[in-house]
């Protein structure tokens, strides 16, 4: 019996749940079933896999090109994007795009989601990023097996730190659990990462709905194999590996805890000015005269809330100005200002201005943005400031009579999302929701019912508008169904709203649209949005044309957008800080996309020996270094440099001067088609030789054959 | 007329008080009056070049370094405790000249200076004068050296201080110079107020007003500060010289991060390890919740220090067992630990591992931690491991509640000597009625804070190494004020404890011992203990005072406590063997124009030319 309560707003169907996969998920999907889940082994490398710590030779160097095959869809264009910024912001690792560099990564959807483990290939490396491996979290995850980082439960003390629990893994599948010795796993100095995104989650490959990893520290369960983003290990473990010195250098972070409030000064000193404030000691700080606050109704605790820090803020009791040093951003044209304010009266405005010189005064005022009273409390603002050079300076500015109180200042590299809305008192909006939730589950007896028939069980985001001129809403559900009720939802809709807009074009197709729940925490390295995203496509029906009712007659998302341990519990992730939540979105139109690469010139491209090369910024289908393509077409070593399988690929030919091939005294020297060997001093030239190359090739794979043999 | 009060235990003029020199005081009685205070510039080169842009003006490391055979014994056992500083803070390294192209040469040239950055082919040198004989300016010097300019040299300096030119002395005014970006780089860190490189607030003034204002008014007496590197300091190092990894050689766990730092324990079940959040008053690291036991303590180790305020405990006997250590740096490895606990005891043992990754195989050493009240707790213990790789267990055995937090491992020894005064407040509070009262009754006239029993606090008996006794007083409050800046002191005294033990030395000098109030911060790179040190010699007043006791020294220093406890820990280092012997003395004398300490291939240092310059025929350094 369904029961549809009143005040249901909507049908019972009236979203598509795009469900986030697993790379476990998308290999048994594209029937993929390698070693170590995702990690693929090269062909000609027999089995020896080599260390990446005690390797350099296997790493990168940067920034690192990489080229995507035009057979790569939008939603995999869009999550690339999204994963270069997380490497960009949090490691020093880089990608470029591939303009015949000798060494580059190209990715294919090649079925399922996998790499290679650190820089093995010679030319050209794939990576697959298949059929469901379109999410951020897993192209950072094979670009990390790439860089040459390996699962972290394979880490060879990884006993001490998780139980495997053998009877729960399917047969057959049991591979996917292997140790590994140092000489191939390298932790790099770093603790065991429970929750890096290079660890399987708790039910990985497991036969029935128990766990195959347990966590010897509880708290971890539902945090092994968190799909999110980077964790700090991870970042640190990157960086270890490639000697990075400065991995915050596009990031400036101001929590305000040190006494020299990150370099920001007042602009006069006076009676009104920008205190230091101690919510730990309930005191000013930064002046040695005691200063009553008594009489001031500041905030009891500091934006960062609840995240674990010292609880410091600023305030000024009437207008005064706080200026910076000079910012010196260079890596994105986007730089993403947030700020936490705390005030009921007055103006807040934040303004960029160019600088006299490096380290100069304040010149010419080029943007700013204003920020409305918030009624005391702690209100989250963003704003995108495109710098018209390099170096500015920002000057923080109150005007009022009041009380005002800032926090949690940072400057980020990269765009801001452009939409946003917050949903405040999380937790009142999220009992009412549960109180309903459970009195329709009584009087439904036992019947089947729908949550999203429940009116308090959802909250709908203003009107948005799209870079293309469409509205949209974003729908937020405290409880998805029955089955997964300890998640929320989030589900994007068309609204009408901009129906009588004539230049907008319909169906609203190829548009990368990507929620995100915005982890509040100030410190970016620690900071882990949930996050989500679907590209709207012409197999989805009527749904994306211009919406006849109120909304598009289906929300897109996902029902298990975010796990209730994440939302209140998980201490990776501060998502209802100050009782808030933080919704954020972002839509990209993709319909234009440019596909062309110069992999398209390479195709077909495959056998033995084969990569894509350039010469002349043209591309071909070449031989892989460092062989040549020989008389026959085939690719083959060098005249004079004997084929070793058993060597690494990018040394798989050897030198036949270095293997003794030429008596003591003589000496070996390379000619056209071989080598040739003289006496000590001689000067033997090209001509002597008669031999072809291949013939010389046969006479020392002989005596290589034969040196084996003697060893 | 003085007072003696009832009780006092000592006479007025039991203490010799030896200051800290600061390096602005230092070259003035030295008769050094440089441009920018301690900044020597090469007459060759005429323009001063940027470090920041400029690799060129960079070190190779390890940067070889030769003390000369003149410098004093207490120069040297403050060249060791900077080096420590180095070592632990950053990437930067130095080793004993054995011939390399370039080094730095340590000399007493009188005052304390350096140049800025490498200038000097194959010689550079660095002068260590009298009164320079601290680690911090020491440190200073070297920063110098690295490449680094005074911090209120910096282009942007006045955003962040005032420059009070009236305050200044006539003529000084060149030490105030501001330099542009060219010469003097910050690498893209915020202004330091507590650098090492930070003239103090009253440098160069004629009266007793303050040179340089701070824009931050908390600043004006940190400004100057010669404890150690400040975080700045040491990151700004650490990206000159592109440090990727500058806390290899520490292991510092607050027990603030869910993982614990890579702790585990050995045995799960009812009595185990458990993280507990002193903010949220719950355990936390589970999925249920758990209700914590009765009695486990209100605040964590790190007390009012900025952090999060967590800690584990264990109610009843259970183990927690570390990740292995890869440790390599030093021989002695100083382990520290906050425990809380009044029943049982805990062990922390040192394990081989089975490999780099493995699992606990012989136990190798071990130290025991008695039963307290139920107050958090320092403890340090000097581990010497057998090899580079180690884990530890941390046992608790007993019935009760133990907690323990802010466990560290630092490669650089322990200082030997240590005592904790308890109930910091109080005995300030009594000390200071103390005075008031003692200065009430004097009616005005002269007192002698000294005399005044609740003033003072003295150790237990302590024994250095080489087996002589000795005693640290600490007196609340100093009979001087400095810029009205109050301070307590600390004194050494021998003790007579050891006077029946026939084989000790008399008279005791030679003897480097230092002191230092432990700075409690849990993170090695904000910690920045106060310290002190001195060399006992025959000269010392009264004559006799390092004859069989009884008699003492003195520093100035104000403290930071925590948990109401001060630490303070000392070192005594017997230096009357020292080596002084270096290959410089091969060289001696070498002046002139482009000569330098040079290196033969047979290890023989001579006087030779500095690079590229060579000898030409009439004995003069010239082009090739
Ligand atoms: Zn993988
Ligand atoms: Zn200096």
């Not at chain 1, 709203?497 to 509040?520: C, G, T, Y």
């Not at chain 1, 056209?672 to 000590?680: A, K, L, P, S, Y």
């Not at chain 2, 000269?539 to 003492?552: C, I, R, S, T």
Request: with cysteine; glycine share 6%; proline share 4%.
């Amino acid at each position: 019996m369904k029961v549809f309560l009143l005040g249901a707003a909507f049908g019972a169907n009236n979203v598509v749940d795009v469900d986030d996969i697993t790379i476990e998920e998308a290999n048994e999907r594209a029937g993929i079933d390698l070693r170590d889940g995702d990690i693929m082994r090269s062909a000609y490398a027999s089995g020896n896999l080599r260390s990446t710590l005690n390797d350099e030779y296997y790493r990168w160097k940067l920034p690192i090109p990489v080229e995507l095959s035009s057979a790569m869809n939008l939603k995999a264009r869009g999550e690339y994007l999204e994963s270069l910024i997380e490497y960009e912001l949090r490691t020093c690792v880089s990608f470029k795009p591939w303009e015949g560099e000798d060494d580059f990564i190209s990715i294919y959807p090649l079925g399922g989601c996998w790499s290679y483990v650190g820089h093995v290939y010679p030319s050209q490396q794939n990576v697959s990023i298949g059929s469901g491996c379109e999410w951020s979290v897993t192209i950072e995850h094979e670009l990390m097996h790439a860089l040459g980082i390996y699962h972290e439960q394979s880490r060879p003390d990884r006993d001490d730190y998780i139980f495997l629990d053998l009877e729960q893994v399917q047969e057959g599948k049991e591979h996917n659990f292997n140790k590994y010795d140092l000489e191939y796993v390298s932790p790099v100095d770093t603790p065991y990462a429970y929750d890096s995104i290079m660890h399987y989650s708790a039910y990985s490959f497991n036969v029935a709905d128990k766990p195959t990893l347990v966590p010897r520290i509880e708290y971890f369960t539902p945090v092994l194999g968190q799909r999110k983003t980077f964790s700090p290990l991870d970042a640190e473990r990157i960086n270890k590996l490639y000697y990075c010195d400065n991995p915050l250098r596009k990031t400036f972070n101001c929590n305000f805890n040190e006494f020299n409030i990150c370099g920001f000064v007042n602009e006069h000193l006076g009676e009104d000015k920008w205190t230091h404030y101690d919510v730990a000691s309930q005191s000013v700080i930064g002046q040695i005269e005691d200063i009553s606050t008594e009489d001031l109704e500041l905030p009891d605790l500091d934006a960062s809330g609840d995240v674990i820090d010292s609880g410091r803020f600023l305030y000024t009791d009437g207008a005064s100005s706080l200026v910076s040093r000079v910012f010196n951003h260079y890596a994105s044209e986007d730089q993403c200002v947030v700020i936490w304010s705390n005030f009921k009266e007055g103006n807040l405005s934040v303004e960029f201005w160019s600088a006299t010189e490096d380290y100069g005064e304040l010149d010419q005022q080029q943007d700013s943005f204003k920020i409305e009273a918030s009624g005391g409390k702690w209100r989250y603002n963003q704003y995108n400031f495109k710098p018209k050079q390099s170096k500015f300076k920002v000057r923080i500015n109150y005007e009022g009579k009041d009380l005002a109180a800032i926090d949690d200042f940072s400057i980020q590299e990269a765009p801001c999302r452009p939409y946003g809305f917050v949903i405040e008192n999380v937790r009142e909006k999220f009992d009412a929701a549960k109180r309903a939730v459970e009195a329709a589950e009584m009087a439904a007896n036992g019947g089947e019912i729908d949550y999203l028939e429940i009116a308090e069980n959802s909250f709908w985001s203003d009107v948005m508008f799209a870079p293309t001129g469409h509205a949209f809403k974003i729908r937020w559900v405290w409880f998805a169904k029955q089955t997964r009720k300890t998640y929320s939802s989030a589900y994007l809709y068309l609204s009408n709203a901009s129906n009588d807009n004539e230049e907008l074009f319909w169906p609203f197709m190829d548009q990368f649209f990507k929620i995100f729940a915005r982890d509040q925490n100030p410190n970016v390295l620690e900071r882990m949005d949930n996050q989500w995203s679907y590209v709207t496509r012409i197999e989805d029906g009527n749904n994306w044309e211009m919406p006849t009712g109120e909304t598009s007659p289906k929300g897109y998302g996902r029902e298990g957008f975010i796990s209730h341990f994440d939302l209140f519990t998980n201490q990776h992730g501060y998502y209802t800080k100050h009782d808030t939540l933080i919704v954020q979105a972002s839509i990209e139109d993709m319909r234009e996309t440019d596909r062309s690469t110069p992999l398209d010139d390479c195709e077909p491209c495959y056998g033995n020996g084969r990569a894509c090369k350039m010469s002349g910024g043209k591309s071909y289908c070449g031989c892989r270094d460092p062989l040549v393509e020989k008389e026959n077409g085939e690719c083959d070593c060098a005249p004079g440099y004997l084929y070793v399988p058993t060597n690494p690929l990018r040394e798989i030919c050897v030198d036949v001067c270095d293997l003794d091939f030429c008596a003591a005294g003589e000496t070996c020297s390379h000619v056209d088609g071989g080598v040739i060997c003289g006496e000590q001093g001689s000067t033997t030239t090209a001509s002597t030789t008669t031999s072809t190359s291949s013939a010389v090739t046969e006479i020392l794979s002989a005596a290589y054959l034969l040196l084996s043999l003697i060893i | 007329m003085k007072v003696f009060l009832l009780g006092a235990a000592f006479g007025a003029n039991n203490v010799v008080d030896i200051d800290d020199v600061t390096i602005e005081s230092a070259n003035k009685q030295a008769g050094i009056d440089l441009r920018d205070g301690d900044i020597m510039r090469s007459p060759h080169a005429s323009s001063m070049r940027s470090t920041l842009n400029d690799d060129y003006y960079r070190w190779n490391l390890p940067i070889p370094v030769e003390m000369s055979s003149q410098m004093n014994l207490k120069a040297r056992g403050e060249y060791l405790e900077a080096m420590v500083e180095y070592e632990l803070r950053t990437c930067v390294s130095f080793k004993p000249w054995e011939g390399e192209d370039d080094f730095i040469s340590i000399y007493p040239l009188g005052g304390c200076w350096s140049y800025v950055g490498h200038v000097y082919p194959s010689q550079q040198n660095v002068s260590i004068g009298n009164g320079c004989e601290w680690s911090v300016t020491i440190e200073h010097e070297l920063m110098h050296a690295l490449g680094i300019y005074h911090e209120q040299s910096r282009p942007d300096r006045d955003d962040y201080i005032f420059l009070d030119l009236e305050q200044v002395e006539d003529g000084k005014e060149h030490n105030f110079n501001k330099y542009d970006l060219e010469f003097v780089s910050p690498v893209d860190t915020p202004y330091a107020y507590d650098s090492i490189m930070h003239y103090g607030a009253y440098s160069f003034n004629v009266a007793d007003k303050p040179t340089l204002v701070p824009r931050i008014e908390f600043f004006t007496p940190i400004l100057g500060q010669r404890k150690t590197f400040s975080p700045l300091d040491a990151e700004r190092i650490n990206k000159l010289y592109y440090c990727d990894n500058p806390l290899r050689k520490t292991f510092n766990c607050n027990f603030n991060e869910f993982n614990i730092c890579g702790f585990v324990n050995e045995k799960l079940g009812v009595d185990k390890w458990t993280q507990y959040d002193v903010e949220s008053k719950s355990v936390i690291g589970q999925i249920d919740a758990i209700m914590p036991p009765a009695g486990v303590p209100l605040i964590d180790a790190s007390a009012d220090i900025i952090d999060s305020g967590r800690y584990v405990y264990t109610q009843g006997k259970s183990s927690l067992v570390s990740r292995v250590y890869n440790h390599y740096a030093s021989e002695d490895q100083c382990v520290v630990m906050w425990t809380n606990f009044d029943q049982g005891k805990i062990d922390v043992e040192f394990w081989s591992a089975t490999d780099d990754y493995g699992e606990l195989d012989k136990l190798q050493d071990s130290f025991t931690i008695e039963a307290g009240d139920k107050k958090w707790r320092y403890n340090q213990y000097n581990y010497r491991p057998e090899q580079s790789k180690f884990k530890v267990r941390i046992t608790y055995s007993g019935t009760g509640i133990a907690a323990i937090d802010d466990f560290s491992i630092q490669e650089a020894p322990c200082r030997p000597h240590w005592f904790t005064i308890e109930d910091v407040q109080q005995k300030m509070d009594a000390a200071k009625a103390a005075v008031d009262a003692a200065e009430q009754a004097a009616n005005g006239e002269e007192i002698d804070y000294l005399d005044i029993a609740e003033n003072s606090h003295w150790s237990d008996v302590m024994y250095a190494k080489s087996g002589h006794s000795f005693k640290i007083r600490w007196v609340w409050i100093a009979n001087r004020k400095i810029y009205g800046e109050t301070y307590s002191s600390a004194y050494l005294y021998l003790s007579n404890d050891s006077n029946n033990n026939g084989e000790l030395f008399w008279p005791f000098i030679d003897q480097f011992f230092k002191i230092f109030a432990r700075d409690q911060n849990p993170n090695v790179l904000e910690r920045m203990d106060n310290q002190w040190s001195y060399v006992s010699r025959t000269q010392d007043e009264p004559a006799g005072n390092w004859e069989k006791p009884v008699d003492e020294i003195s520093p100035k220093g104000y403290v930071k406590t925590k948990h109401d406890t001060l630490i303070i820990q000392a070192q005594v280092e017997d230096m009357r063997k020292t080596d002084k012997s270096t290959p410089l003395d091969g060289c001696e004398p070498c002046y002139g124009s482009g000569r330098a300490c040079r290196m033969n291939q047979a290890g023989e240092s001579y006087c030779g030319c500095m690079e590229p310059l060579v000898l030409d025929a009439n004995g003069q350094c010239d082009c090739a």
